[in-house]
């Protein structure tokens, strides 16, 4: 594996179409509309600090391991993984590791495209100037109606899978590269824009600051320290093999540590002005913080409906939320297409369709989880919010546990710290974070939060 071979699907053209692909697959609807109402419904700054340290501590020293593995082997994750094992004479189950990411990839896949559809249908719903003079509570109502509505939902669900699928099927540069870069700029520079507008506000928009800033640990409980660190996860999209493929396209000279540092810097702060988007809008309309997944589309609205230019604003603004969903569903199901096109020789296109198909396909059980199948609950879960919390708390965190392992065990030290490009002591830095503190803040955090360990 020491000759340099590129990967048989291609490579970026640059180590900024690199940080561009990368941050798109990061920043998605996790920053945008996870992030607040999750941290509504966990008690604010707490939550958000202990997401922070998870961040530092275990989410990039994990997201730098998943991209050296990725560029190491220059093959998708599962015979990624089973290369790299081979090269490090370990047991070739360690493709395990990429067998997981690819069932983490298509269940988050199947109800991301779900919430992705709701951006979509929100586009319309904005740009149409529907919300114009609208009550807080009229709007409220307007989203419980559309999220009754099975029909609805599953054309949205159906369009948001094609776009994605769409992406996929032209490849490395033609799709994945050619999408994302342009919509990174757009989505921040109207996100500055609103956090501006929020300003003009400076009562509610303290009291934003003081909810995400000002802790009260008394209302962290071990399910949200357990939820702050799947979220970590979640964002930076790891822990499933995403990264990795994306990894395996990084041209040979880029250094992994530095650009990784920018992904992890440019999601945060996307995700921290996103709760001041949000918060602000909450606060001033005495609204719930704890609404759950419809609260962006039920907070935003209601200031579009109120601002000047807020029909435009408000277009713009699902579009980008549409945008950044779709640059992170693409790299959900990329890790599988690649497989079947480097181990079965499917094409690029086939490979994308039947993969596409069965997505789509479990994606209906999330669509009627919101309206006929809302009964159905397991641990006082519906399937949508069962299926969110395995993959985000449970899956991804193991899946990077697993991989930081590996790279710190049983991998030579020699060719990591060659494939990372660290000097002595950051290597070292990264050593201690991957062989220990990471995995076993995973493991504690994960037995804490399912209630097996006090
Ligand atoms: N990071 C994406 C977001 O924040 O929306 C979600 C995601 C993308 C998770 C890709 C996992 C993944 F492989």
Redesign the pocket.
Known sequence: MHERRESIHGQWSSRMAFILAATG???????IW?FPYITGENGGAAFVLVYLLCLLLMATPIMMTEIMLGRRSRRSPILGMQALAREGNASRHWSLIGWMGVA??FL?LSY?AVIMGWALAYVFRAGSGMFEGMSAPAIRAHFEGFAADPEKLLLWHTVAMLLTLTVVARGVRGGLEGATRWMMPLLALILVALVGYNMGSPEAFYQALSFMFTPDFSRLTPQSVLIAMGHAF?????G????MAYGSYMPERVSIARTTLIIVAA?TVIALMAGLVIFPVVFANGLEVGAGPGLIFQTLPIAFAQMPWGTMFGALFFIVVSI??WT??I??IEPAVAHLVEQRGFTRVRATLLLGAIIWAIGLLSVLSFNLLADWTLFGKTFFGLLDFVTSNIM?PLGGMLMALFAAWVMRADSTRQELGLGRVSFALWRLLAAFIAPVGVLLMLLSGLGLWQ
């Open positions: 697959a990061a920043v998605g609807l996790g920053n996870k983490s990839g988050i991301y979640f964002t930076l999209s790891i499933m093999g995403a990264i999601d950044a969903a992170s569903a790299s959900m991804l």
